[in-house]
């Protein structure tokens, strides 16, 4: 099993930044995936950003991508998104995740095998 917290959430103005954290703990894999997804209200989940457990970094979201970056700290057992230039449509419930079977399983959908219970990110404009 693994158990996954995520913290740092919080309102920002459009064009600020957050950071977001998420401690993992459980047996981790090299080869497992881990990332973070998100879910608006009304909307379907969203896969944001995944990278394997090694640190080889997977995928970026296109309605991301070039604003916000995964990393991890294994020494630390913590998975990061640093969100820049956030824009009112990145307010969402942000979730860290992690799945056994690798990043070539997940999909856009967020099919993540295990989850946290995520923290919520207001952009206003």
């Known amino acids: 099993q693994v158990q996954l917290q995520e913290s740092g959430g919080g309102s920002v103005q459009a064009g600020g930044s957050l950071g977001l954290s998420c401690i993992v703990s459980g047996y981790i894999y090299s080869s497992d995936c881990m990332g973070w997804f998100r879910q608006a209200p009304g909307k ?10 090694s640190g080889i970094l997977m ?3 296109d309605s991301v991508k070039g604003r916000f970056t995964i990393s ?7 998975l990061y998104l640093q969100m820049d230039n956030l824009k009112p449509e990145d ?8 799945d056994r079977r690798g990043c070539s399983q997940v999909n856009h959908q967020a ?3 295990f989850e946290g219970q995520g923290t919520q990110v207001t952009v206003s404009s």
């Open 59 to 61: 995928n970026v979201a």
């Open 44 to 53: 379907e989940r969203e896969t944001v950003a995944t990278i394997y457990a």
């Open 72 to 78: 991890r700290d294994n020494a630390k057992n913590t």
């Open 111 to 113: 099919n993540f095998g």
């Open 91 to 98: 307010t969402a419930m942000y979730y860290c995740a992690a």
